[in-house]
Nanobody, 119 residues
Framework: QVQLVESGGGLVQAGGSLRLSCAAS????????MGWFRQAPGKEREFVAS????????NYADSVKGRFTISRDNAKNTVFLQMNSLKPEDTAVYYC????????????WGQGTQVTVSS
């Protein structure tokens, strides 16, 4: 089992920045690829970004490329999502998730953290 706890969400004006963190506990963090997803009101959950177990490869949704950066610190069992140039359409609950690889099903999820971007 892997337990995931997100933090760092909040209210920010358009153009601002936030840094989300996801702390993992349980099984060995470096065994897992990590991803960030988000779900806006009335919409389905969507992929935001992913990172391999060693941090060497990342992938982003087109909507966040050039604005968001995913990173991880395996020594601290934490994955981050740096979000810059935020837009109102980035408003959502953000979830981190763990999977055996970035191509696998994500089978561990956090509870989510709310990000609200005002115009």
């Amino acid at each position: 089992q892997v337990q995931l706890v997100e933090s760092g969400g909040g209210l920010v004006q358009a153009g601002g920045s936030l840094r989300l963190s996801c702390a993992a506990s349980g099984r060995t963090f470096s065994d897992y690829a990590m991803g960030w997803f988000r779900q806006a009101p009335g919409k389905e959950r969507e992929f935001v970004a992913s990172i391999t177990w060693n941090g060497r490869s990342t992938n982003y949704a087109d909507s966040v490329k050039g604005r968001f950066t995913i990173s991880r610190d395996n020594a601290k069992n934490t994955v981050f999502l740096q979000m810059n140039s935020l837009k109102p359409e980035d408003t959502a609950v953000y979830y981190c998730a763990a999977a055996p690889t970035t191509f696998s099903k994500y089978n561990y999820w956090g509870q989510g953290t709310q990000v609200t971007v005002s115009s």
